[in-house]
């Protein structure tokens, strides 16, 4: 049996009003070249969707990881919706699409990626995550409370299967190096890095008994490819559960409260997490709070599990009112925050501010300074 690959590629190619959600119009357009890639043989299958103003190709293949042909069909999946969405004069048409030509892979063409390939199992549950107005490493706490908090995730105490713990490979954005650490061995270690949010984040996590890659997420750095700012990174999250991974219910609960990452406005400030369904993606209040989305997959011979018409079973997972204490704490603390208004530290400290457009704005002050 083949190996199955699940990729995850998004990229902000355009929306309505503003920076609020992607069109149908855009959605479709991207269904159409997804199903052609499907009749062709190229995916196995697919899902469309949108977190917020970022359009979300889910694609099921037997191709591998960083597979040429399958990042080329995003990236033409997403000129051709840009194009699109120049004709309509929608905001940000072709936002993250930083170069003219592909060249091979995606990464560092602005669009953001998450790959797995592995081994089908009797039956395979993943979770997809993806995200608006916050960056990679909004994922970290998440990360750590899944795969090396044993106080939600009880499978770290009771399931033998994992009781080895998981490792996580985290890149130092700062320096593009990366360095794995093993939970719970090395926790504390761990945590020195990935609390710092604004330097590094949870690339993967591989399971310690047989390395199995547990979880993949994008670690895109717009402002790093454009050399200014363009949005922030909103990204995305593959994560596999049950039978010797995390279930599906310790994967969600780190989300019975939400926590602050940093994006919302002008990916300037702290914000809430905000887990939201599909019919409630898009940022509207302050450009936000940064929502987060939750979908349950499942896999089988290389293709999302479909019905009868061949759709495939997407399981909405913050379509729930289990969600509805975190998004009132999420509003009240937005709410707080909002209150704090552009003063720190509602606003992000004076290095993330760095890859914004406030040092333009300070640069013309400069000439004004005079020596005390
Ligand atoms: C955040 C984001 C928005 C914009 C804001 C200003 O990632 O995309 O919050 O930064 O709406 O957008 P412009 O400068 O396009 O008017
Ligand atoms: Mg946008
Ligand atoms: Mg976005």
Redesign the pocket.
Known sequence: MPKTTVSIIKADVGSIP??VKVPRILLDMAERKMLHAKESGLINSYYVFNAGDDLELLMTHSRGESNEDIHRLAWETFMECAAKAKELKLY?AGQDLLVDAFSGNVKGMGPGVAEIEFQERGSDPLIVFAAD?TEPSAFNYLMYRVFADPCNTSGLVIDPRMTCGFSFEVLDAKHSRSVVLRAPEELHSLLALIGTTERYMVKRVYRNSDNEVAASLSTTKLAYIAGKYV??DDPVCLVRAQSGFPSVGEVTSPLLHPYLVA?W???SHWGPFYPVALRNSQCTLF?GPPRLIGLGIQVSNGKLVEDDEGKPIVVDLFDDPAFDLARREALELAAHLRRQGIFQPARLSAEAMEYTTLPQCLKELESRFKEE
């Open positions: 503003g920076h940000g107005k949005g922030k994006g406005m002008r990916g450009d």
